[in-house]
C-alpha cells in the first residue's frame, strides 16, 4: 500500500517538475511604461521692444519743436525738421504729415504706415526731438562771443538775446555790440526765416534798461558780427548737406547762390528740388516780387548756369523736397 502511494506522488513529480523549471528559466516580464507626461507647448520668447518702440510716448510734439527724422531702412543721416504752425511737419516722400496731438512714437507710427503705403515693404521710422524734457528747446550762437555752439533754453526762466550772450562767455573783444543779429523761424512758413531783428546790446549793458533785450525761442539763431563788419553772414535750409547760418568769405567779394550751395552747404542733397531754390532777401523794404527770388538750379551739375544771384548779408537760402510720384 505504502509502496503504491509513493509510486504515485513520484509520477506526479515526474509530470510536475518540466513546467516548473521552465517557469523558473523564462526571463523577467519587463515593467509596463509609464505613460508619457503630456506634450506641452512651449512658451514663446518675450519680443523684444524694436527701436520704434523706445521712442518717446509720454510728451506731445509742440509747434515750432525741432525734430530728428529718418527711416533705417534708407542708410541716411538724419534730418531735421521743424513743426510748423500748422502742426504738421514737411517730410521727404509724403509731404506734409499732421503730429497734432501726437508724441514722437505715434507720429513715427503714423509715418510709418504712410511710408509702407507706396514707398517701402518695412519701414523703421525714428523721430525724436532735439532737446531733452529740462529744456524748451535750442537756440544757436555764432561769431564775436567767446563760446559759440547751440544752446539749450531753461524751462524754469526767461532768457533774453543779452542774458544767452552773458551765459554764454560774453563777448569778444571784436563784437560789435551795437548790432547783434537775431533771426528767428517764420511760424508761419515752415521753413523760412523772418527778416533779421537788430539788438543793440551796447545801449541795454550801459543804460540797464533790459525792456529793449529780446526773449529768445526756439530754433533762434543770434549772430554777432565784427567791429569791422568785414564779415557778414546768411542762412541755408531744406535739402542741402549742410545747412545753417554761414559767413560771407571776406576773400569773395560777389558770393553767388551756386557757390553757396556749393563750397559751404555741401551741395544738394538727392531729395532736392532743384528746379525751385528760393532765395529771400533780408532787406524788407524791397519790392515782394524783388524780395523772394526763384531760382532754377537743375542744370547746375551739367554746367548750365540760368541764373545766379548774389548773395547779400541776412539773405536766406530755401531748398525744397522734391515730390514723387510712382
Not at 521710422?125 to 524748451?136: H, M, Y
Not at 553772414?233 to 542741402?240: A, D, K
Request: hydrophobic share 45%; glycine share 8%.
Amino acid at each position: 500500500m505504502k509502496f503504491m502511494i509513493m509510486t504515485r506522488i513520484i509520477a506526479l513529480l515526474v509530470l510536475l517538475l518540466p513546467g516548473w523549471v521552465a517557469a523558473q528559466e523564462a526571463p523577467a516580464a519587463a515593467p509596463a511604461l509609464s505613460a508619457a507626461p503630456p506634450a506641452t507647448e512651449a512658451s514663446p520668447a518675450a519680443a523684444s521692444p524694436s527701436q520704434m518702440d523706445l521712442l518717446d510716448d509720454q510728451r506731445q510734439l509742440l509747434v515750432g519743436e525741432t525734430v530728428t527724422y529718418s527711416v533705417i531702412e534708407e542708410r541716411e543721416p538724419a534730418m531735421g525738421l521743424v513743426v510748423g504752425s500748422d502742426k504738421k511737419i514737411d517730410l521727404p516722400l509724403l509731404g506734409k504729415i499732421s503730429v497734432d496731438g501726437l508724441t514722437c512714437r505715434q507720429a513715427a507710427k503714423k509715418i510709418q504706415v504712410e511710408l509702407e503705403k507706396d514707398f517701402f515693404h518695412h519701414a523703421t521710422v525714428i523721430l525724436k526731438t532735439g532737446f531733452t524734457d529740462s529744456a524748451r528747446g535750442t537756440i544757436s550762437l555764432w561769431g564775436e562771443i567767446r563760446s559759440p555752439g547751440t544752446m539749450s533754453i531753461p524751462r524754469d526762466r526767461v532768457v533774453t538775446v543779452v542774458k544767452a550772450i552773458m551765459e554764454r562767455g560774453g563777448f569778444t573783444e571784436n563784437a560789435n555790440k551795437k548790432g547783434v543779429v537775431l533771426r528767428r523761424l517764420d511760424p508761419a512758413n515752415p521753413g523760412e526765416v523772418l527778416p533779421a531783428i537788430i539788438v543793440d546790446a551796447a545801449a541795454i549793458e550801459s543804460t540797464g534798461d533790459f525792456s529793449k533785450d529780446i526773449e529768445i525761442k526756439n530754433g533762434d539763431t543770434i549772430m554777432i558780427n565784427s567791429i569791422s563788419a568785414s564779415e557778414a553772414f546768411f542762412t541755408i535750409t531744406g535739402e542741402v548737406n549742410n545747412p545753417g547760418m554761414k559767413a560771407i568769405p571776406t576773400t569773395v567779394s560777389n558770393l553767388t547762390v551756386r557757390q553757396a550751395i556749393q563750397m559751404q552747404a555741401g551741395g544738394f542733397t538727392k531729395w532736392a528740388k532743384t528746379k525751385s531754390v528760393l532765395l529771400i532777401r533780408a532787406d524788407d523794404k524791397l519790392p515782394p516780387k524783388e524780395r523772394r527770388v526763384t531760382i532754377d538750379a537743375s542744370g547746375w551739375a551739367e554746367g548750365t548756369i540760368k541764373e545766379d544771384p548774389l548773395i547779400r548779408p541776412g539773405d536766406t537760402i530755401k531748398v525744397d523736397a522734391k515730390s514723387i510720384s510712382f
